[in-house]
């Protein structure tokens, strides 16, 4: 099987998973779950690579508690008793860097777990929960990576940030820009719950974020000299180069519908 066919396959398949996982609450929460762990794993090889400690246990403990306290905030007492056990413990840890291991964990935390924990209240703005709006988002996510690429393999000139991704192109970036609004507007004319103006706005949004996302994890990679975080997707590299668009996106879209869309009332 040649990389093209992988790479079809492979895509497919992690967009029909999550379209189907976004129908229920309970299954995007335990996609996500799953996703946030494995990134983790990607993550702790990432930083070993630059020779940065990792406590992958303490990580996966606090950032699963992390991900259950803000579905459930009630459990919080836990998450504080869970952290203020790691400090006690760092106080007897000798043959670590305590400065290292704090900030690989409170990195992954904010990175990966708090991100992929936002999915669902994303999805309850109002008293039931509303698939079509998070359906609606992860499209636009990943209309913004197609017509970036799409734009940017036609009319692309100007490297957009060449010393982190060679091959964006600020005409990709606008491109992506224009096509992904007008995919916001599509969503709205179909019948995907919120208005055309919010569609396009979220579309506009989407395409800064993503962008900044994917950067991101260029500059991971690139410090640690590795392609790809892993290679658990055939012909796609590991799940941190598949969500590191929606581990940024996540985040401005709660900030977007909890804060900004009251404000504004469209």
Known sequence: MN?????????????????????????????????????????????????????????????????????????????????????IGLLYRTSKNALQLLGSLFVSVAYIFVPLSLAIPIGFQSTSYESKTLFGLFILIWSSDSWAYVSGTLFGKRKLFERLSPNKTWEGFWGSMTLTIATGYALSVIGFGLSSTEWMILGGLTVFVATAGDLFQSMLKRASNLKDSGNILPGHGGILDRFDSILFCLPAYYIYFYYLSPILNF
Do not use: C, W
């Open 3 to 87: 990389n093209l066919t992988q790479r079809i396959l492979t895509g497919s398949a992690y967009v029909s998973i999550i379209l189907l996982a976004v129908m229920h609450p309970i299954f995007i929460g335990a996609l996500f779950t799953l996703a946030a762990i494995l990134s983790t794993f990607e993550l702790k090889k990432i930083f070993e690579k630059q020779n940065i400690d990792f406590d992958i246990r303490p990580t996966l403990i606090i950032g699963l508690t992390t991900y259950a306290t803000v579905l459930y905030p009630e459990i919080k007492a836990i998450l504080f008793l869970e952290i203020f056990i790691y400090f």
